[in-house]
């Protein structure tokens, strides 16, 4: 009995002591808007003394990669992969840590509103393949309110059928718009995003143009309103941002030729404002002349 205990006691030693790599999970946020991204940061610390490689390894026509995650529902149920997502290979310097910043969404397709669990395990090939299991990290699901729908067509493209929706999220610490863009065949998002924050007490207006861009304007702070135009691909420039004139609000305007503009309103550049304020802080800081 003696000699199987101290045997147990030498393996657990063996495995504590060959704990090489710590992992951590998190999750960028507590809240999501269905089909939005959802990013985990994984940190993983190398504790061995010496520089490692993590490879993945393909065996017959299975991918093993070095880095996999599990997730579950708030009742416990394995969330199905859509891909099995195989990552490039990394290389740890002794003491040191690296972060892979990974989307979620794209492994998972997570589209369903519900509290979600997620691990990450790091796999170490070798003579003797270890494995390392992350903490798990946790998050929720939520729906948004819609403000707008618009079925559209895409011809010669394998999702033809598409549809623009914009909608309102509160992810318990800010009001934003955000855009989709709906494979209506799969059901799946092909793009879904953030704008910025929002002000609802005026409803955004979202118009299409010929080319079946989908403009939106809405109100972003009580003086500037923001222009954002989404295309059909769910791409998106950098928006802009119109200012309450004397003449009102600014408006959508749609043209017979197909083209969209904003009427009324000032044009505002927040970073040329930024500067402006700037420069006159720094004029009244001068000393004043004896």
């Not at 093993?64 to 199905?80: A, I």
């Not at 310097?93 to 790091?122: C, M």
């Not at 909608?167 to 059901?187: H, P, W």
């Not at 704008?195 to 403009?215: E, M, T, Y």
Request: charged share 20%; proline share 5%.
């Amino acid at each position: 009995m003696k000699t199987i205990l101290t045997s147990l006691i030498l393996l657990l030693g063996s495995l504590v002591g060959s704990a090489q790599l710590n992992v951590h999970l998190a999750i960028e946020r507590n809240q999501y808007l269905a089909h939005e991204p959802v990013h985990a940061v994984v940190t993983i610390t190398n504790r061995s003394g010496k520089a490692l490689e993590l490879f993945s390894e393909k065996k017959g026509r299975i991918a093993h990669s070095w880095l996999n995650f599990s997730m579950r529902t708030g009742g416990g149920r394995p969330l199905p992969k859509l891909t099995n997502s195989v990552f490039q290979k990394a290389v740890l310097p002794a003491g040191q840590a690296i972060k892979r910043r990974v989307n979620l969404n794209q492994i998972f397709g997570i589209s369903r509103v519900n509290a979600y669990s997620v691990s990450a395990t790091i796999r170490q090939p070798g003579i003797d393949t270890m494995t390392y299991s992350s903490n798990s990290a946790h998050f929720n699901v939520a729906g948004g309110i819609e403000v707008y729908r618009q079925p559209f067509g895409v011809p010669n493209s394998p999702a033809s059928k598409r549809e623009y929706r914009v909608l309102t999220f509160n992810d318990g610490r800010k009001t934003s718009i955000y855009a989709s863009v709906m494979n209506t065949l799969s059901g799946r998002s092909i793009s879904t995003f953030r704008i910025s924050d929002a002000l609802l007490f005026k409803r955004p207006q979202c118009v299409l143009d010929g080319k079946n861009q989908l403009h939106i304007l809405y109100l972003g702070n009580p003086t500037i309103f923001v222009h954002a135009i989404v295309t059909e691909d769910g791409n998106m420039d950098k928006p802009k941002y119109i200012k309450v004139g004397s003449s009102g609000d600014p408006r959508l305007v749609s043209f017979a030729n197909g083209q969209v503009a904003v009427s009324g309103g000032i044009p505002y550049d927040p970073v040329k404002a930024a500067a402006a304020r700037n420069k006159i802080r720094k004029a009244t800081d001068r000393p004043e002349a004896r």
